[in-house]
């Protein structure tokens, strides 16, 4: 069951089974990958590269590498959050052995061009792993086309159970076990193999790269009802993001003058479920580092709310979101007023 498991989830990322690794998330997965890929080619340098819009787990990832004697470099974004091939170029040295570049934000959506980043590192010489839990079986991913040695995936963002996950790395390249003696997983991972929990993630994602086409016509058609409703109706919210490389089903959203965490308590009052950005970082009540990334002030990057789409939203919903902030923003304005 195991080894067609692999085999399918390869096919979905032209990948080979050999290469895939159970994990317990998309967290482990980054951490399991990114370490085991730097302890196998440690001798050849100490230099990593990565983005200042990393998820969490990464973006905590690289800072404690920086206390085990790695260099890390954080590549800056521009406003749309997309990184420039000339900064990842210039931060390239003789020492550098990897570089982590995330497919897509989970904040505002912006899709990194993984192709270009791919062939440039691989001119190089350099490893190259992508955070690809937001983009899996939601828009095509080419490991081989892409020239990524290796990537993370998670369940539950394919509506598959919590708690499973897997890395993709290149069969072909050398990696070192994180905890030794590991026979699970080839080495890779220790614990028993979560079978069910494995199964249940690939009839999801299977499910939904088999919709992939249609389910991202169908979040256009959302996403364009949402922003041409906001337009319409002149309330002051920006749509933050890239206006072309993006997923259709994030949207990051800033309402003007209105804190993004009241903005979300009033939609939740209405039964309509948004957040004020990555839900991993929610619980710090801090900006959002996407927003300090792309240039703003941090009063504006507390202004920042996502939306998010999903198999089950439809145009209702949309209208009902659109209702539920333009009373709350006109409410405001006019208790302001008096």
């Not at 990114?34 to 001798?43: D, K, Y």
């Amino acid at each position: 069951m195991l080894t067609l498991c692999r085999r399918e989830l390869a096919a979905m990322i032209n990948g080979e089974a050999e290469g895939i690794y159970f994990t317990s998330g998309g967290t482990e997965a980054n951490v399991l990958a990114i370490r085991s890929l730097i302890a196998a080619h440690r001798h050849k340098g100490n230099h990593l590269i990565t983005t200042e819009v990393e998820h969490a787990s990464l973006y905590h990832l690289f800072q404690q590498l920086e206390t085990e004697g790695y260099a890390v470099t954080y590549l800056p974004v521009d406003r749309f959050g997309r990184i420039r091939l000339a900064d990842l170029e210039r931060a390239i040295t003789p020492q550098t052995i990897l570089a982590s570049i995330q497919h897509a934000n989970s904040e505002i959506g912006t899709i990194q061009p993984l192709a270009d980043i791919g062939r440039l590192l691989r001119a190089r010489g350099i490893l190259f792993h992508s955070d690809c839990v937001q983009t899996f079986a939601k828009i095509q991913l080419d490991v081989k086309a892409m020239a990524i040695d290796s990537v993370s995936i998670s369940a539950h963002k394919v509506y598959g159970p919590k708690g499973v996950g897997a890395v993709y790395i290149d069969p072909h390249l050398h990696w070192k076990p994180v905890f030794p003696g590991t026979t699970h997983e080839s080495g890779f991972r220790p614990g028993t193999v979560n079978v069910p929990g494995i199964v249940a993630f690939l009839t999801a994602a299977k499910q939904l790269y088999e919709r992939m086409e249609g389910e991202q016509t169908r979040f256009e058609q959302l996403r364009r009802r949402l922003l041409d409703a906001i337009a319409a109706k002149q309330l002051p919210i920006a749509v933050e993001g890239h206006p072309s490389c993006r997923l259709a089903h994030i949207v990051g959203l800033s309402v003007t003058g209105f804190e993004g965490q009241l903005v979300m308590l009033e939609c939740n009052r209405a039964g309509i479920a948004i957040s004020t950005g990555s839900a991993c970082q929610v619980g710090l009540q801090a900006p959002s580092r996407t927003m300090l990334a792309v240039g703003k002030t941090p009063e504006e990057a507390k202004q920042f709310v996502r939306v998010s789409l999903g198999t089950s939203t439809r145009e209702i919903e949309i209208d009902q979101l659109i209702s539920t902030l333009e009373q709350f923003i006109r409410t405001r304005k006019e208790v302001w007023t008096r």
